[in-house]
């Protein structure tokens, strides 16, 4: 059963803008973490943001140009970026933390290149 849902993912040109969505069947709104993991080809997956109750967290790579949100009524995390860099290029994972399980959702390609 695939339980996250990210979509959004595309190609675009250095310093534009795209907004990641994960749509989640599992019940956010009491969830202990939402975040989202970026992976590249040949390096490990890494942090990109999270949001818990009352506060967000960034990795530095992204602080300012990345915002995390939830939407409890519609059960969806959202990533906007903007002014994209080429190392931004990866698949980008949403994942939620509810009780003790962690859930990951398929991943959505984000290419940046001019």
């Known amino acids: 059963q695939e339980h996250l849902v990210e979509s959004g993912g595309g190609l675009v040109q250095p310093g534009g803008s795209l907004s990641l969505s994960c749509i989640s069947s599992v019940n956010i709104s009491s969830a202990g973490s939402l975040a989202w993991y970026r992976q590249a080809p040949g390096h490990q997956r890494e942090f990109v943001a999270a949001?818990?109750?009352?506060?967000?967290s960034y990795a530095r790579s992204v602080e300012g140009r990345f915002t995390i949100s939830r939407d409890n009524a519609k059960n969806t995390v959202t990533l906007q970026m903007s002014s994209l860099m080429p190392e931004d290029t990866a698949v980008y994972y949403c994942s939620v933390l509810a009780g003790t399980q962690t859930y990951w959702g398929q991943g959505t390609q984000v290419t940046v290149s001019s």
């Open positions: 949001i818990n109750p009352g506060q967000t």
